[in-house]
């Protein structure tokens, strides 16, 4: 980064920077603060389905002549599906590591 002509160290704009938590030593819990694996899995899931379920009342209400916003509409199609593809490939990952893990105990 190029600073200009005559400003110092002291005119930059310092931000702070939080360090992240501890993780928790095998056999613990998660901490309050911070969600489990599990939990953000579920998350992703119950994000991606209410995206269906939006763009599946948009399509409908479309169809149906209730609204005439098509580009709305497209738009949340869209997100569905993206949606619906990142966890596709978050469930194929998870399923690949599975099976290199069982393949590491032969």
């Known amino acids: 980064m190029a600073l200009p002509i005559g400003t110092t160290v002291t005119q930059l704009p310092i931000q702070r920077v939080d360090v992240p938590s501890p993780s928790p ?7 309050a603060s911070g969600a489990s694996f599990g939990e953000r899995l579920a998350d992703l899931v119950k994000d991606a389905s209410a995206t269906q379920s939006n763009a599946e009342t948009l399509a409908s209400s479309y169809a149906r002549g209730e609204q005439n916003d098509l580009h709305g509409t497209m738009i949340a199609m869209s997100q569905a599906d993206v949606s619906l593809r990142f966890v596709a490939n978050v469930r194929n990952r998870i399923v690949e590591a599975y099976r ?7």
């Not at 030593?25 to 901490?31: N, S």
């Not at 290199?100 to 032969?106: L, N, V």
């Open 25 to 31: 030593r095998a056999g613990e819990a998660p901490t």
């Open 100 to 106: 290199e893990i069982m393949r590491m105990g032969a």
